[in-house]
């Protein structure tokens, strides 16, 4: 089991940055594909990016690629999400996910039942 801990949110203007945090602590902390997805207000949750335990592949979704990069940091067993150009679409409630069924695959997952590990979310708004 991991926990998961997202920080970094809070309130930009359109075209603005923020990076996001999650602290992942646990046993299999650094073995891990994560992933990041977000719901917006009255909106189902959405896929934003993935990345497997060694950071050889990632994956972006289309509303987010060229803006937005998925990167970790096994030695410091952070995961980050650098959004650039934010745009108001963009608010949401932000998740960081984990799925522990899978050690060390060079696989990334792009489905929220995919994962089975989540942490509480960190709020990012992007006014106009």
């Known amino acids: 089991q991991v926990q998961l801990g997202e920080s970094g949110g809070g309130l930009v203007q359109s075209g603005g940055s923020l990076r996001l945090s999650c602290v992942v602590s646990?046993?299999?902390?650094?073995?891990?594909?994560m992933g990041w997805f977000r719901q917006g207000p009255g909106e189902e949750r959405e896929f934003v990016a993935a990345?497997?335990?060694?950071?050889?592949?990632?994956y972006h979704s289309d509303s987010v690629k060229g803006r937005f990069t998925i990167s970790r940091d096994n030695a410091k067993n952070t995961v980050s999400l650098q959004m650039n150009s934010l745009k108001p679409e963009d608010t949401a409630v932000y998740y960081c996910?984990?799925?522990?069924?899978?050690?060390?695959?060079?696989?990334?997952?792009?489905?929220?039942?995919?994962?089975?590990?989540w942490g509480q979310g960190t709020q990012v708004t992007v006014s106009s």
């Open positions: 996910a984990a799925r522990t069924g899978s050690l060390y695959t060079d696989r990334y997952y792009t489905r929220g039942n995919d994962y089975d590990n």
């Open positions: 990345i497997n335990w060694r950071s050889s592949s990632t």
């Open positions: 646990g046993r299999t902390r650094s073995s891990l594909p």
